[in-house]
């Protein structure tokens, strides 16, 4: 069957709320020679999407300007440097952008196949998450087993993965979450402990429960508010992974001996302006080490609920809303 020339589409006619997403037709994308084209059978959103409807995210060059960094399809068409897929493959990518749309262009080398007995949904809540959480927790923070680390956010994608991935590689994961329903969920995903931060200081609690010593990796998306407190919490030689800044970037001051005297190690990274070289390094490492374990069952995405792609504006509200636990996807 010959693929059509339009797709329906969510567009944003100017950056604002989530009033501002609506359906649209647009032309389908044509792949690069080293692209393959999906037909969108679901489409992850996370806060990155938030960021770009308000303006605040602009797509790298040559990406494209629909919102979705996550999809799960069938291949229909293969560029012709896009080995080793084929047509009929299904995967699931880690998009540039175009993922709100019933076909998607994405680099060959960012998609992975489904894992056994996943469907759509849960093969589209995958990449941006896993992707984040490999790079920034296991790459940059060197998580080891025998070591710990605490989570911010650990009810979110990045966190309910970050606790499942660390527990399973052999070590001890904490983490922080908004409310007690989060933190059960939390425990239940395998956290040694989950602290309610409206309720209770994380610091103290974390010294408490490592008995003085602090945790060896922290991975923070709050940022400025957190920083000092981050630092107080690392062990010697401690590293503190920065990947996003909820709270703001800018710490008025701040004092680094700490960072000297304990060997501290302060990074972070975006996933997004990589490489393509650099996301199917990911992809390689992802396939190798973490599929076997969601194709086994021992980890898997944690869904908390699904849209049509037509009601993308409510799943945007939800996570707006920080009622969620685990992702949120859109089917297409």
Known sequence: MPLPDHMTAIVCAAPGGPEVLREAEVPVPLPQPDEVLLRVAAAGVNRPDIMQRKGLYPPPPGASPLLGLEAAGEVVEVGALAS???LGDRVTALCNGGAYAEYCAVPASQCLPWPADFDAIRAAALPETFFTVWANLFRAGRLAAGESALVHGGAGGIGTTA???GRARGATLYATAGSA???AACVRL???AAIDYR????VAEILRLTSERGVDVVLDMVGAPYMAKNIRILARDG???LIAFQGGSKVEQFDF???MVRRLTITGSTMRPRSTAEKGAIAGELEAAVWPLLSRGTIAPVIHASFPLA???AAHRLMESGGHIGKIVLAV
Do not use: M, S
């Open 199 to 202: 309720a209770q200081d994380f």
């Open 163 to 165: 606790i499942q991935l």
């Open 190 to 192: 395998g956290a040694a």
């Open 84 to 86: 080793p897929w084929r």
């Open 181 to 183: 329903e989060k933190c």
């Open 311 to 313: 009601e993308a504006a």
């Open 239 to 241: 590293r503190l992974v």
């Open 257 to 259: 001996l700490p960072v």
